[in-house]
């Protein structure tokens, strides 16, 4: 599932606010202690630079956790946080690590190696986390992350945050659907996660949430879209037949990576058009 820039926004605005207060269960896998507290931490400058996460640990040092959910490089944002964070705690200690929450598979070269400069940090894909972790914490904003972790029942864990969820007041209750759901997205389960609300009677109207509306309309217009390109390109493809018979691998191949415009212009040449690359050609 590709990410774009609006949805990650959604993403990281979402686990932010789970992490409002320090995941303890998730620091004790990461980094074998718990935390004391959360450190504010903002560097000034022309474009405004704020690590995700930052905390005080048990045994004094700080850690510093990013959150990912692009496969993309993040080597130097690492780097530079490195930097100013010590710069600002040069008494403590610093381990940093990405934490990936994405769906594609990702795995990085976590550092920098260059003449006179050796870097380092961790990796860690939520995955690798076993969902009980996280459901055995007694935070909710915990629980709610082990839907990016790694289920040996998608299902049953599901239903259990739901049942969670529903003992909250209205409000609340709200909040951690809509958050649940944001965060299922990048699993592929949102449906899943809606019609278990559904059946355990949970107020959950997608179409008066302000944060899911969008979402979902953008999502159905993605299918309808979808929905036309394949009727499309099925229809050419028995035109096809009809006029040159059977077609070989690499038309159909062709055709089923065609977008929509491309798809409708060779519908067009093929009561004209004397063979069947001609009809394939690339549209000028």
């Given at each position: 599932?590709?990410?774009?820039?609006?949805?990650?926004?959604?993403?990281?605005?979402?686990?932010?606010?789970?992490?409002?207060?320090?995941?303890?269960?998730?620091?004790?896998?990461?980094?074998?202690?718990?935390?004391?507290?959360?450190?504010?931490?903002?560097?000034?400058?022309?474009?405004?630079?704020?690590?995700?996460?930052?905390?005080?640990?048990?045994?004094?040092?700080?850690?510093?956790?990013?959150?990912?959910?692009?496969?993309?490089?993040?080597?130097?944002?690492?780097?530079?946080?490195?930097?100013?964070?010590?710069?600002?705690?040069?008494?403590?200690?610093?381990?940093?690590?990405?934490?990936?929450?994405?769906?594609?598979?990702?795995?990085?070269?976590?550092?920098?190696?260059?003449?006179?400069?050796?870097?380092?940090?961790?990796?860690?894909?939520?995955?690798?986390?076993?969902?009980?972790?996280?459901?055995?914490?007694?935070?909710?904003?915990?629980?709610?992350?082990?839907?990016?972790?790694?289920?040996?029942?998608?299902?049953?864990?599901?239903?259990?945050?739901?049942?969670?969820?529903?003992?909250?007041?209205?409000?609340?209750?709200?909040?951690?659907?809509?958050?649940?759901?944001?965060?299922?997205?990048?699993?592929?389960?949102?449906?899943?996660?809606?019609?278990?609300?559904?059946k355990m009677a949970l107020t959950f109207n997608v179409?008066?949430?302000?944060?899911?509306?969008?979402?979902?309309?953008?999502e159905r217009m993605d299918g309808e879209q979808k929905?036309?390109?394949?009727?499309?390109?099925?229809?050419?493809?028995?035109?096809?037949?009809?006029?040159?018979?059977?077609?070989?691998?690499?038309?159909?191949?062709?055709?089923?990576?065609?977008?929509?415009?491309?798809?409708?212009?060779?519908?067009?040449?093929?009561?004209?058009?004397?063979?069947?690359?001609?009809?394939?050609?690339?549209?000028?």
């Amino acid at each position: 599932m590709e990410i774009d820039d609006k949805n990650r926004s959604q993403y990281d605005t979402t686990l932010k606010d789970l992490f409002k207060q320090p995941p303890q269960r998730l620091l004790q896998v990461l980094f074998g202690q718990q935390a004391v507290g959360s450190l504010p931490v903002e560097f000034a400058s022309t474009q405004k630079r704020v690590p995700d996460l930052v905390f005080l640990m048990e045994d004094g040092s700080l850690t510093h956790i990013e959150l990912h959910s692009k496969s993309e490089a993040v080597s130097w944002r690492m780097l530079m946080y490195h930097v100013l964070i010590r710069q600002q705690y040069p008494d403590k200690s610093l381990s940093q690590k990405v934490l990936y929450v994405g769906d594609a598979k990702w795995r990085p070269q976590a550092g920098i190696e260059e003449d006179r400069l050796s870097f380092r940090y961790d990796v860690v894909d939520i995955r690798d986390i076993d969902c009980q972790e996280l459901m055995a914490s007694p935070l909710l904003e915990e629980n709610i992350l082990a839907i990016l972790c790694r289920m040996a029942d998608e299902r049953g864990t599901i239903q259990e945050l739901l049942y969670r969820i529903s003992e909250l007041p209205d409000k609340a209750r709200a909040d951690a659907l809509t958050k649940l759901v944001i965060l299922s997205r990048l699993r592929r389960l949102e449906t899943v996660v809606k019609k278990e609300a559904e059946k355990m009677a949970l107020t959950f109207n997608v179409m008066e949430n302000d944060v899911l509306r969008p979402l979902f309309l953008q999502e159905r217009m993605d299918g309808e879209q979808k929905g036309r390109q394949e009727g499309k390109a099925d229809a050419l493809i028995r035109q096809l037949q009809h006029r040159f018979g059977d077609l070989p691998p690499w038309s159909s191949q062709k055709i089923a990576d065609a977008d929509l415009a491309t798809l409708e212009k060779w519908s067009l040449r093929i009561l004209d058009a004397p063979t069947l690359e001609s009809v394939l050609a690339d549209p000028s």
